[in-house]
């Protein structure tokens, strides 16, 4: 069946512009989740969505970033007004479930490689 | 955060057992333990879980220390499509049930 699908996977763009960052979740997941890993670092967890409210937004780096998931499919990351720290590759997972003591496993996307010039 | 340690990297022969282990002195009673890898230019991948007994799956085995303190993820013969990044993570139950990564065991495998 279909895994979570990232677009685009590479995006190349100048300091200063904005980009947008698609997640297609597996069908049926209510919970999905954006990180981002920057060159030899582990894992950041920026935000969460269970359907389509955003209870935590609290990794998000800076107000330069939003997220937004429509009928609890598609969700879009943000970043406004570029700039070079945000290069790094920004995953996407989703699970069927959140919440307390869920253990549902996190499916993850390739990743979009983002590149700031 | 509940804090994981693990060897920055370990290596295994081709079809050899590998065991990769990982500290989690500081982990509370409903954290349970997860175990993802990331192979080079993908996105992580879900290995195992467990909270008190060891588990198996087609993948791998966890075995889980008595007092929970510590955990070995069990490879029973490594192969070439083993070599990736191994993380361990306390997953808590409680706020976005989100996973926080560490830096992980890089585990090469020679042929």
């Known amino acids: 069946g279909a895994g979570v699908s990232q677009s685009p996977s590479n995006k190349v763009t100048e300091k200063g512009k904005d980009v947008e960052l698609r997640c297609d979740p597996i069908?049926?997941?209510?919970?999905l989740y954006w990180y981002r890993q920057s060159l030899g670092q582990g894992l950041e967890f920026l935000i969460y969505?269970?359907?389509?409210?955003?209870?935590?937004k609290s990794g998000l780096p800076s107000d330069r970033f939003s997220a937004e998931r429509t009928g609890g499919s598609v969700s879009t990351l943000t970043i406004q007004r570029t700039q070079q720290e945000d290069s790094a590759v920004y995953l996407c997972?989703?699970?069927?479930?959140?919440?307390?003591?869920?253990?549902?496993?996190?499916?993850f996307g390739d990743g979009t490689r983002l590149s700031i010039l | 955060d509940a804090k994981t340690t693990q060897p920055n990297s370990m290596e295994s022969n081709e079809e050899e057992p590998v065991h990769l282990p990982c500290n989690h002195s500081?982990?509370?009673?409903?954290?349970?333990i997860h175990w993802y890898r990331q192979l080079p230019s993908q996105g992580p991948e879900y290995v195992i879980h467990?909270?008190?007994s060891n588990v198996n799956n087609r993948m791998a085995s966890l075995a889980i220390a008595e007092d929970r303190k510590s955990s070995t993820l069990i490879l029973h013969r490594a192969t070439l499509r083993d070599a990736a990044v191994y993380y361990c993570?306390?997953?808590?139950?409680?706020?976005?049930?989100?996973?926080?990564f560490g830096t992980g065991t890089r585990l090469t495998v020679i042929p």
């Open positions: 997972a989703s699970s069927s479930r959140t919440g307390f003591s869920s253990n549902q496993p996190q499916h």
């Open positions: 069908s049926g997941h209510t919970a």
């Open positions: 969505f269970q359907g389509n409210s955003a209870p935590d």
């Open positions: 500081t982990i509370s009673g409903t954290d349970y």
């Open positions: 467990g909270l008190t």
């Open positions: 993570i306390l997953r808590i139950q409680t706020g976005a049930n989100n996973l926080f």
